[in-house]
């Protein structure tokens, strides 16, 4: 691995920014982990869990819902995360149903020989 110093733009070469901060060929990077997505995705997660949060505390007034034959009281942030959860749920299952009819096809066409 290089090292280098730059002081007063003495030192720099093609490729590097200011203050000497490009990777020359020497240089190693780290490359990216299991791990690290990760991490990455849980603090996402954590992001999007706080959003979540203070949406349904500041949605707490009480509506009342109905669906077919039922009824029934429920905050209004509640209620709508139901309504998005139940729409994700319509969502996976057409996709679900769309790939493995995608995956028989293909089976398919790999028994009969052409």
Same mark, same amino acid.
């Not at 009824?71 to 139940?86: E, H």
């Given at each position: 691995m290089m090292i280098r110093m730059?002081?007063?733009?003495?030192?720099?070469?093609?490729g590097e920014g200011v203050g000497? &901060?490009?990777?020359?060929p020497?240089?190693?990077?780290?490359e990216r982990t299991r791990t690290g997505g990760?991490?990455?995705s849980v603090v996402v997660a954590v992001i999007v869990?706080?959003?979540l949060l203070v949406f349904?505390?500041?949605?707490?007034?009480?509506?009342?819902?109905?669906?077919?034959?039922? &009824?029934?009281?429920?905050?209004?942030?509640v209620a709508m995360i139901? &309504?998005?959860l139940a729409? &994700?749920?319509l969502v996976a299952l057409v996709g679900t149903a769309r790939i493995l009819q995608l995956r028989r096809s293909a089976k398919h066409r790999l028994r009969k020989p052409e």
């Amino acid at each position: 691995m290089m090292i280098r110093m730059v002081e007063n733009g003495v030192g720099k070469g093609e490729g590097e920014g200011v203050g000497g &901060a490009g990777h020359g060929p020497e240089e190693e990077r780290l490359e990216r982990t299991r791990t690290g997505g990760i991490w990455v995705s849980v603090v996402v997660a954590v992001i999007v869990l706080v959003f979540l949060l203070v949406f349904i505390v500041q949605n707490s007034d009480s509506v009342t819902v109905h669906f077919l034959w039922l &009824a029934g009281n429920l905050p209004l942030g509640v209620a709508m995360i139901f &309504a998005v959860l139940a729409g &994700a749920l319509l969502v996976a299952l057409v996709g679900t149903a769309r790939i493995l009819q995608l995956r028989r096809s293909a089976k398919h066409r790999l028994r009969k020989p052409e």
